[in-house]
């Protein structure tokens, strides 16, 4: 449930970023978020409307619960933070398995700033970069509601290097879709 929380949160209104695998294995996993903390998550344009979660880590990812649950209510798919190694910022590509065995995933980029965990997930934010959007026109599939499917994990890593990392990780933009995570204990 929380999971479906989390992935409905970054999908935003059926937009997302995607590839039919994983792309990214749990050896890759990394942990900026501490194993148990409760994290609120918000979107900054509907500030009565916040989450918590708590995020505990395995060898395999995190598991997302509801506070205050015993240990193991969580769905059984972990959420992978992968470290974006090419840049020297903390930032992160987020993996969140789909429904199934076997099944793709959903991708979020994310940074560190001084109120939390800033993620991104919807491709329209680049609809005002024409650069961009050739870019994930020659790289990506395009699915219905906007959504952008990757293929190829290189694609991944270069879309965040060349497009996420210099507009809102360095550039200080503010996406208009965002959604940020905050640990509160």
Do not use: K
Not at 19 to 39: C, K, M, N, R, Y
Not at 100 to 129: C, K
Not at 131 to 150: I, K, N, P, Q, V
């Amino acid at each position: 449930m929380r999971l479906a929380i989390l992935a409905a949160a970054l999908a935003l209104a059926g937009c997302a970023f995607s590839a039919d695998t994983p792309l990214f294995s749990p050896e890759e996993a990394v942990f900026p978020i501490a194993d148990g903390a409760i994290i609120e998550m918000r979107d900054p344009e509907h500030v009565d409307e916040i989450e918590r979660l708590r995020f505990r880590a395995t060898p395999s990812g995190y598991i997302i619960e509801e506070p205050g649950a015993a240990e193991g209510a969580g769905e059984d798919r972990p959420v992978l933070f992968v470290a974006v190694q090419e840049t020297p910022e903390e930032d992160y590509i987020i993996v969140l398995p789909q429904d199934g065995p076997g099944s793709g995933a959903n991708f979020a980029f994310a940074w560190r700033a001084a109120d939390g965990l800033h993620l991104i997930s919807n491709p329209r934010e680049f609809e005002d970069a024409p650069d961009a959007r050739a870019w994930l026109e020659a790289h990506t599939e395009t699915l219905s509601y906007g959504e952008r499917r990757f293929t190829r994990r290189e694609d991944v890593l270069a879309f965040h290097h060349d497009f996420i990392a210099p507009r809102f990780v360095r550039g200080g933009a503010t996406p208009d879709d965002q959604i940020i995570l905050a640990e509160i204990r």
